[in-house]
Nanobody, 123 residues
């Protein structure tokens, strides 16, 4: 399984970015997906996850109401729309997937990871 994340960049506080992650190597629509992030000097933390069908989602409290996770199973893609960005959102963002259909919020539940894409929010 290979995951390729993209869409990161530099944005001013209050701005928006859309991250995408393209998966290959297995039937994408059978498995849940998630986004995590790691800020400098901090551990990787959960951001959002989505079930295989896309009907169930989960968000970290810190991004709830600002970020939206979605997926397009026909395009093997999971997206993370990030609005109202603030400096605390600066991190490398990773997409991941696991072996189940459900939503998982813990890092150890994920088996496959993309390479990460850097999001920098300036004040």
């Amino acid at each position: 399984v290979q995951l390729q994340a993209s869409g990161g960049g530099l944005v001013q506080a209050g701005g928006s970015l859309r991250l995408s992650c393209v998966a290959s190597g297995r039937t994408f629509g059978n498995y849940g997906m998630g986004w995590f992030r790691q800020a400098p000097g901090k551990e990787r933390e959960f951001v959002a996850s989505i079930s295989a069908s896309g009907r169930t989602t989960s968000y970290a409290d810190s991004v709830k109401g600002r970020f939206t996770i979605s997926r397009d199973n026909a395009k093997n893609t999971v997206n993370l729309q990030m609005n109202s960005l603030n400096v605390e959102d600066t991190a490398v963002y990773y997409c991941g997937t696991h072996e189940q259909t459900e939503v998982f919020t813990t890092e150890y539940s994920y088996r496959y990871w993309g390479q990460g894409t850097l999001v920098t929010v300036s004040s």
